[in-house]
């Protein structure tokens, strides 16, 4: 397992989320009405925000989407813009992948390393199962919230930073030209 060092040599926990993906999909109304005329494009979609999200939070983020019906599936595996992807092969569930990862994770991290897990699902059952491993988990709608105020909290955070000029023009005017125009945008 790779393990974040900053600056100063200092190793940094690793924090995962994984995502079962159709389940958060369905979890966000705009999001599911795409994904009833095109499920790729809802795929597309939630691969989108997730990839600003982990922007955003530092979080490693996993999806997973269901290919258990898919006859012949091999599975795949996809690095998109710094999340990874995974297509679940025939006859195996995105929750069933989900939790052998989540064991596999935890079992790799150990106690000291301070790595988490976190799973974003709303399947009751698939939650007790994660806790009961030592994984935390979110609801798929809170999930949306936390993206949501991330994403806020960002454009908050540059608007706060950037100062906002009345009119960035008038810098490289002269001051006559500014006269006229002003001069102009006033007149009725």
């Known amino acids: 397992m790779r393990r974040r060092i900053d600056n100063s040599g200092v190793e940094r926990m690793t924090h995962y989320l994984l995502v079962d993906g159709y389940n958060v999909i369905h979890a ?3 999001l ?4 009833a005329d095109s499920l790729d494009a809802a795929r597309k979609k939630l691969c989108d925000a997730l990839c600003e999200f982990c922007a955003l939070s530092r979080y490693r983020i996993i999806v997973v989407f269901d290919a258990h019906l898919v006859s012949g ?3 795949n595996v996809e690095d998109y ?3 990874k992807i995974i297509f679940t092969k025939e ?3 995105a929750d069933i992948y989900i939790e052998r990862a989540t064991y596999k994770l935890l079992r790799r991290a150990g106690k000291s390393t301070g790595d988490r897990i976190t799973v974003a699902t709303s399947d009751n059952l698939e939650q007790l199962i994660i806790i009961a491993a030592g994984a935390s988990r979110i609801a798929a709608a809170d999930l949306w919230a936390e993206m949501e105020s991330a994403r806020f909290a960002a454009v908050a955070g540059y608007n706060k930073t950037r100062p906002i000029k009345k009119n960035p023009i008038e ?7 500014a006269r006229i125009l002003d001069n102009m945008r006033y007149e009725k």
């Open 73 to 75: 599936g091999v599975g």
């Open 81 to 83: 813009r710094g999340i």
């Open 32 to 35: 599911s009405d795409v994904a």
């Open 91 to 93: 006859a195996e569930t």
């Open 171 to 177: 810098i490289f005017l002269d001051a006559e030209t």
């Open 28 to 30: 966000n109304a705009a």
